[in-house]
């Protein structure tokens, strides 16, 4: 360390804090004066070797202890912040997002969670105006909708959580694996029961026995995960509910879900840990097949997985991922690549999405073309969920990821040199105004009817200019 010593105000102040003195305590262990004391704290002068070596004397202390080793993440944070249109006209070096969260972490703190509120904010705002456009209700407690919101307006990362995953993923690796590591860690048992003793369960945890229960029909993938977020639950709820209280959440049943949505981004990050992972992922250019297997994950979890892969300062492709089933009911749906899907009512019936239950399990791609122009790079494939014995249900989905047309070479699925020729699709029929499509299932808003006396047109419904 050099002789004029380190900036440390913040962290010199939540340590004495932390201690329960005063300024003038705190001086007078360290034999020196109260103003000297709010000097340092206000980074108006530094901390000297001496006064550090005063301190690990005289506290007991680690000198890591005034490390911040969440400083990094939370610059990118406010760096990937300041590069909101919102701020487009305010010249902001990147050194100074460093400059403010140094010497005012808590203003920085606040500023993030100011933001991340307004995008949250913007859009359940944009929920609310495309159901209006699409002719359907919005439900303002609706506690799926605000928790769809939560995660968009954080593109799905959660840095924090992924960080702590990362840590936990090395012990359980030295502890010889999850069920190890919830042994030694925490002294529960792992056992597998017929489905008749669990009742409907596919995971309980038994604190009277000591025992985490999973149904034996599970696949490993599917146990690995459970056994995660039952570690999430022992271990991060705290955090979690932090985050939780964070969101904006009208409800009860939105921060329950919101909270089992944190628990199952934990687990995912346990299994799958950022840096292997999205090193990996570029290494085999997003073949979520080959990662699924690298990872001893299903299709699924490495599908869900690519779409939080947007730690500030190490981004990977944006995603939008949906998962519907032969219906059309969508069951799970993420974005952080911008997609326009329809939140109320049916999708475009021409998405492969749609389609590829008649061929399960093979993978399908897809240029998709919108009417104003912007292409998207879609993949699509069945997953099963149940089964794993004889006579028990399967349920059959269809799950999509879909990126930017300009990120598709990047992909293993792209084809190099092959014309695009993409398929024109709509949000919803209500919002798509092309005028030949014989998919189409309602007239689009804002287009009169025309009569068919004279003349009937291909698609179902014939709309003036």
């Known amino acids: 360390m050099d002789k004029q010593g380190v900036y440390l105000g913040p962290r010199l102040r939540r340590l004495r804090k932390d201690l329960g003195l005063t300024q003038a305590n705190m001086a007078s262990d360290l034999e020196v004066s109260p103003s000297y004391i709010a000097l340092m704290e206000g980074n108006q ?10 301190l690990a ?5 680690d000198m890591a202890s005034l490390a911040d080793d969440s400083l990094p993440d939370l610059v990118a944070r406010l760096q990937a912040a300041l590069k909101d249109p919102l701020f487009a006209d305010i010249d902001i070096a990147p050194l100074e997002a460093a400059d403010v969260l140094t010497s005012f972490p808590g203003f920085g703190e606040a500023l993030l969670r100011l933001h991340t509120a307004y995008r949250e904010g913007q859009f359940a705002l944009a929920d609310r105006r495309q159901a209006a456009a699409e002719g359907g209700g919005e439900d303002l407690a609706d506690p799926v909708a605000a928790v769809r919101s939560f995660l968009a307006a954080r593109h799905n990362c959660f840095p924090a959580l992924d960080s702590a995953a990362e840590r936990l993923a090395g012990v359980v690796a030295e502890a010889g694996g999850l069920v190890a590591y919830l042994s030694s860690r925490h002294a529960l048992r792992v056992r597998r ?9 596919k995971r309980r945890l038994d604190r009277h026995r000591r025992e985490v229960l999973l149904e034996e029909t599970l696949d490993g993938a599917s ?11 022992l271990e991060m709820d705290e955090e979690i509910d932090r985050l939780v209280r964070e969101a904006v959440l009208p409800t009860e049943s939105g921060r329950r879900l919101a909270h089992r949505a944190l628990a199952g981004f934990f687990a995912a990050a346990v299994l799958m840990p950022y840096t292997a992972f999205s090193r990996a ?13 690298q990872f001893s994950t299903s299709f699924e979890q490495t599908a869900h997985r690519l779409t939080t892969l947007q730690k500030p300062g190490q981004e990977r492709i944006p995603f939008f991922f949906i998962r519907v089933d032969a219906a059309g ?9 911008g997609f326009p899907f329809a939140r109320h009512g049916g999708g ?38 149940g089964g794993g014995a004889y006579g028990v249900a399967t349920v059959e989905r269809a799950v999509a990821l879909v990126c930017e047309g300009s990120q598709a070479e990047r992909l293993v699925y792209h084809q190099p040199g092959q014309p695009v020729v993409p398929t024109p699709i709509g949000i919803s029929c209500r919002l798509c105004q092309r005028e030949h499509c014989t998919a189409r299932s309602q007239p689009p808003i804002g287009r009169q009817i025309l009569p068919d006396h004279y ?3 291909e698609a179902p419904f014939g709309f003036s200019d």
């Open 193 to 201: 029961l017929p489905a008749s003793v669990m009742i409907g369960s």
């Open 329 to 337: 009911n969508v069951s799970k749906r993420l974005d952080s690549a």
């Open 348 to 385: 475009c019936p021409l998405w492969s999405l749609h389609q590829v239950f008649s061929t399960p399990r093979r993978l399908v791609t897809q240029w998709l073309e919108l009417p104003d122009g912007q292409r998207f790079f879609s993949i699509a494939r069945t997953v099963s969920a």
């Open 45 to 54: 002068r530094p901390v000297t070797a001496e006064i550090l070596l005063r």
């Open 223 to 233: 146990q690995a995960f459970q056994l995660a977020q039952q570690i999430a639950y």
């Open 281 to 293: 992922v570029e290494a085999r250019r997003y073949d979520i097949e080959a990662l699924s297997r």
């Open 57 to 61: 004397r005289t506290y007991k202390l």
């Open 455 to 457: 003349r009937q047109t």
